[in-house]
């Protein structure tokens, strides 16, 4: 199958390009391998003893403590509870800034592109720290406060970016059929452009799953203070790298059971491919009889007897 951007390639390019990603593989490869190796060989410390690899049973012990396993739950709950939580309000606050930042009123649009883009340049940790000083919110609301804010912010622009998109006949055909411009923007824009956006929009849902640890900062129990924090305080600084290890596979999970989801919703939400759609307002094809009319023939009678 041959492209319109670049040729396709001949049987020496096919070989050039089998090396590079043998050769690429081997070099990740060789380095996973060495980084391995490196981390479980025992290093000697500042005192002259001899600490153990990080992959000794030693450094692992701890995880047969049943107490370790219900913070580690405990914390991933919380994570969870904050990410829901802010997603909600993100996903009110990005239908609203996406209406507002659309308006056809300056005086409506242009205080919204001011308010967006000091939300956008803000760091969201300060943005907590702020919250949480000014208003004594607590570290949970405080976290969900900047969370929402921050990224409703990120989903608004992408809202108005699909409603931007879609072409100029979808408002005219809603306000030619009686809707108000409200009505239009709400029944027959905004559906089509969340569609279109959706994968951009549970993408940055992972973004605020991901920052949630950021709540660490001011003193939320969430999985990263508790079971990196907490657990290492409570065992010793010897099961650190194993408890980092541990709170990082449980991030990997939830991330990528989000991207999982993001990518199945995206796939269900999308036309079908080979359906025919059809636009129930458009009006039924009118055949053309006025050659059977005029001579009172039927279909079949034209061109001879039917056989």
Do not use: C
Request: glycine share 10%.
């Amino acid at each position: 199958m041959s492209s319109v951007l670049y040729d396709a390639p001949g049987p020496k390019a096919r070989a050039r390009s089998r090396v590079i990603s043998i050769v690429g593989v081997i070099l990740v490869a060789g380095g996973l391998l060495w980084l391995i190796l490196a981390l479980g060989a025992p290093k000697p410390s500042a005192n002259g003893a001899i600490q153990p690899g990080m992959w000794d049973p030693t450094r692992w012990d701890a995880l047969l403590d049943v107490e370790v396993w219900r913070t580690l739950g405990r914390g991933a709950v919380a994570t969870l509870t904050m990410a829901g939580v802010a997603a909600v309000f993100a996903l009110i606050l990005g239908v609203v800034f996406s209406f507002a930042r659309a308006a056809d009123h300056k005086a409506i649009r242009v205080p919204t592109a001011i308010v967006l883009e000091f939300v956008r340049g803000m760091p969201v940790l300060l943005m907590m720290l702020f919250i949480l000083l000014v208003f004594s919110t607590g570290s949970f609301w405080a976290g969900v406060a900047a969370l929402s804010v921050y990224n409703g912010a990120i989903i608004g622009e992408a809202l108005r970016a699909g409603i931007k998109s879609l072409p100029r006949g979808q408002r005219e055909a809603g306000l030619a059929i009686g809707l108000t411009r409200i009505s239009t923007r709400f029944r027959i824009e905004f559906p089509q452009a969340f569609r279109q956006m959706l994968p951009i929009i549970i993408a940055q849902l992972v973004v605020l799953l991901k920052d949630t640890s950021l709540a660490f900062v001011v003193g939320y129990e969430e999985l990263l203070r508790s079971g990196l924090y907490t657990m290492t305080n409570f065992f010793g600084q010897r099961y650190q790298f194993s408890f980092f290890l541990i709170v990082l596979a449980i991030y990997l999970i939830m991330n990528l059971s989000l991207s999982w989801l993001a990518r199945v919703i995206a796939r269900r939400s999308g036309p079908k491919a080979g359906k025919l759609i059809v636009d129930p307002l458009a009006p039924e094809p009118i055949p053309d009889t006025s050659l059977h009319a005029e001579t009172g023939a039927k279909p079949t009678d034209v061109g001879g007897p039917a056989r």
